[in-house]
């Protein structure tokens, strides 16, 4: 605050010297303008979705991170659960309801990497399921900042489940129908999770701009309120008082014999036999 500085008197001042120090000499300047332009990564990068608008769109998305997060964590469980029965050199009696061929029981480092995919992939789902359930309540009442948690974990996520198909693809036998089944359906969960999050992100930065210009009307409201109370004030200080007199007037004393003391209400003074009164002269 500039306390040495006497505040203009002419003028409605902007919205946004509340918000900026910077003066009008400098908003013409090539800085300035620099400043204004928004990034690119701070733009929607999709206005419209392929079938439905953005906004259901992201819901039918929310949805579908929920249920995928459902699919990751059993998938990995059951990944690891047959890791554990084929480790290489265990031995194993009775009947079984599937044969444990198709697990990869080559290079120890290699299988424990599979293994770290399967743990952190269990993770990151528990992750995604609870951050899709505030997406969903979030969408549902338009408040972009809960969804902060999904576009992270999501984000988090489809990059490593990304790198976990790479690798799966690489390392196993494509001659099994669970390896193909697993590298064809997660081809497609990858393409739509891209796409969903690419669509969502879109959605947060609009509703973001939308909440900045809300916000920036209703501190405009307010400052027009205060300007018109200021004013308000300033009248009642400059117009005549009520009873004829105004803040230039300065009161009159004289003596009346026949009343009382006529400021405010009426008092007597007696001075002998005689009644006396001082009365303010209007």
């Known amino acids: 605050m500039n306390y040495g500085k006497k505040s203009p008197t002419t003028g409605t001042p902007s919205v946004y010297s509340h918000v900026t120090s910077r003066s009008s000499a400098n908003l013409r300047s090539s800085r300035s303008i620099k400043s204004l332009k928004i990034p690119w990564y701070r ?5 419209n979705a392929i079938i439905l608008d953005v906004q259901r769109a992201s819901v039918l998305m929310g949805v579908f991170s929920l249920l995928l997060s459902i699919f990751t964590v059993i998938t990995a469980c059951f990944d690891l659960y047959c890791y554990a029965m084929a480790v290489p050199g ?3 009696t009775g009947y079984y309801a599937i044969s444990y061929q198709f697990i990869y029981v080559g290079n120890r480092h ?7 995919f399967c743990a952190f992939s269990i993770l990151l789902g528990i992750a995604v399921f609870i951050t899709s359930i505030m997406l969903i309540i979030a969408l549902r009442k338009e408040y972009e900042k809960k969804m902060v948690p999904w576009l992270w974990a999501f984000g988090v996520f489809t990059v490593f489940r990304l790198l976990a198909y790479l690798f799966f693809s690489i ?3 494509m001659i099994f129908a669970y390896n193909i089944m697993m590298c064809l359906l997660w081809t497609i969960f990858l ?3 891209i796409y969903g999050w690419i669509l969502i992100y879109s959605l947060y930065i609009e509703l973001s701009d939308l909440t ?7 501190l405009r409201t307010i400052e027009r309120y205060n300007l018109d109370g200021n004013n308000a004030v300033s009248e009642c200080i400059d117009s005549p008082l009520p009873g ?5 007037d300065t009161p009159q004393y004289g003596f009346d014999y026949a009343g009382g003391l006529s400021y405010g209400m ?6 002998g036999t005689e009644a006396t009164t001082i009365s303010t002269i209007s």
């Open 266 to 271: 009426p008092h007597s003074i007696s001075f």
């Open 171 to 173: 390392v196993n036998d």
């Open 191 to 193: 393409a739509i999770s």
């Open 90 to 92: 265990s031995t194993h």
């Open 244 to 248: 004829g007199l105004s803040t230039d």
């Open 110 to 116: 290699v299988r424990n990497a599979l293994v770290m």
């Open 212 to 218: 900045k210009l809300e916000d920036l009307a209703h």
């Open 43 to 47: 733009k929607p990068i999709l206005t």
